[in-house]
């Protein structure tokens, strides 16, 4: 409800899948121009974010940063660290959800092992439509 704010806590267990970390689905709001907060509590990640328009953007997340993803930025957590990666999430009450345009796209960027370390790459099937 329009109002309202949305909050909870984020939970991502660590490990990888290949080179990939374990992360969240990701998503856009439902209504695009609504922002949210993530407050890292807990553990090392980071946040991958996209607009419609093809900007994109990743944040470290670490404990204590305060990080404001603004409207119309997807987002998906990844954890990076050997721990759980825990953040506390804050949104407008009539944001809503939109899965489905990541899980057919997916982010243009991914967050993979290299070398023992983080680093962020193209995603290779990244699809245009
Ligand atoms: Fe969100």
Do not use: C
């Given at each position: 409800?329009?109002?309202?704010v949305?909050h ?6 660590p490990?990888?899948?290949g080179?990939?970390y374990f ?10 121009e609504?922002?949210e907060?993530?407050?890292c ?11 419609p ?5 990743v ?7 305060v990080?404001y993803v603004l ?5 998906r ?7 759980d990666l825990v ?19 997916g ?5 993979v092992?290299?070398?023992?370390r ?9 699809s245009?439509n």
């Open positions: 409800m329009a109002g309202e949305l909870g806590i984020s939970i991502v267990h490990g990888q899948v080179d990939e992360m969240t689905k990701g998503h856009f709001h439902t209504v695009l609504t922002a907060v993530y407050h509590l807990k553990g090392e990640g980071y946040m991958v974010m996209e607009t328009e093809g900007e994109w953007a944040a470290e997340l670490r404990p204590g940063v990080l409207p119309r930025w997807a987002h957590s990844v954890n990076t660290g050997a721990g953040t506390l999430f804050a949104y407008p009450g009539h944001a809503g959800h939109d899965y489905g345009t990541i899980e057919q796209k982010f243009r960027k991914l967050v092992e290299r070398d023992g983080a680093a962020v790459v193209d995603n290779p099937r990244w245009r």
